[in-house]
């Protein structure tokens, strides 16, 4: 059976250095949760609350989404590449992490990097991700609460037809390794692998040249489909 991977959980501290706030203001807005909505702890640690990290940074990202309508970003070329914090503050965000966060714990929500550059010693190597700035503007107008009216239903564009037959050893990204998995969208598909639920595809079989995507045989997209279609 796959066993799923556990949450990250936080204590205030740890949430406090990221959103900017003191760890008594964490306090005070779980305090204030019955008014506010600020999630339910999910454990202890000693005498400290524990909060499952993913839940808070969507509590602080709806907060944010009403100032952020109303942000206007600041003049670059298109073209430009931002790293991380920077793609964060043209953003309108105040936590700099706030990108760095989206790609870990939230994937298929935030665009994949345009550029990822491979940096650091063979001992000690670290990869820099890089968004174009109308990658973000794209992103800006499409993004999740902006401009979704009471009702309206937000539409995954269809996967393509991928074949089963085709060349085993044929790199396959995100979006066909979801229609060959049989997921509705690849945001699931995202999902469901970043919760531990598809072991094989945890280490791509490779990344694209063009932005750092990730790839993936066919064989082993399929032999991940033959493990997981007796639970479907």
Known sequence: MTSRREPHLADA??????????SARISMLYG???????????????????WNHAEVTEWFASRSQTR????????????????????????GYKNPNQVNTYVRDHPGYF????????????ANPYRRQLWRVQTLLDWMATRPGRGK??????????????PVDGDPDELLGATQAAA???????????????????????TPDSF????????????????????????R
């Open 180 to 202: 060959l998995l049989g997921f509705k969208s690849v945001n699931s598909f995202s999902s469901s692998l970043s919760q531990g639920n598809l072991p094989l595809l945890e």
């Open 68 to 91: 952020l309508r109303s942000h206007t970003p600041p003049s670059h070329n298109p073209e430009d590449l931002l790293n991380a914090a920077e793609a964060s503050r043209f953003l």
């Open 32 to 50: 204030q949760r019955a008014e506010n909505g600020f999630p339910e702890t999910a454990g202890m640690r000693g005498r400290a609350r524990l």
């Open 208 to 231: 694209s040249e063009k932005g750092g995507r990730r790839r993936w045989t066919r064989r082993r997209i399929l032999e991940q489909a033959a493990q997981r279609s007796p639970r």
């Open 149 to 162: 009216r009471a009702g309206a239903k937000r539409t995954a564009p269809p996967l393509p037809d991928v």
């Open 13 to 22: 501290a740890e949430i406090a250095a990221e959103q900017g706030l003191s």
């Open 111 to 122: 665009p994949d990097p345009d550029v990822v550059e491979e940096l650091g010693t063979a």
